[in-house]
């Protein structure tokens, strides 16, 4: 079992930047691979940001890619996003999730293989 809760969220002019933050409690952090998703007011929640386990694989989105960084320290238990230059279409409930094991792509991107999921935090940004 794991457990995520998710910090950093807030409003934020465009332009400016946010790091959210994703603290992962019990066992063996390490072997999970985390994502970020976002969900807006009347839209499907979609794919933000994913790395792998170790680290070494990262993935994103292509409308944030330039903008955020996924990273995570697997000391910390936490695994981070730093979103640069928001847009108000940044507008939304950002969550992370967990899942263990191997994927390979296109796997980290689709919400349906994550086991574990965070309670969202808001992030609105205004133009």
């Known amino acids: 079992q794991v457990q995520l809760l998710e910090s950093g969220g807030g409003l934020v002019q465009a332009g400016g930047s946010l790091r959210l933050s994703c603290i992962a409690s019990?066992?063996?952090?390490?072997?999970?691979?985390m994502g970020w998703f976002r969900q807006a007011p009347g839209k499907a929640r979609e794919f933000v940001a994913a790395?792998?386990?170790?680290?070494?694989?990262?993935y994103q989105t292509d409308s944030v890619k330039g903008r955020f960084t996924i990273s995570r320290d697997n000391a910390k238990n936490t695994v981070y996003l730093q979103m640069n230059n928001l847009k108000p279409e940044d507008t939304a409930v950002y969550y992370c999730a967990a899942v263990s094991g191997v994927l390979k792509y296109p796997a980290p991107t689709r919400a349906s293989r994550y086991d574990y999921w965070g309670q969202g935090t808001q992030v609105t940004v205004s133009s």
């Open positions: 790395i792998s386990w170790s680290g070494s694989s990262t």
């Open positions: 019990g066992r063996s952090f390490s072997t999970y691979n």
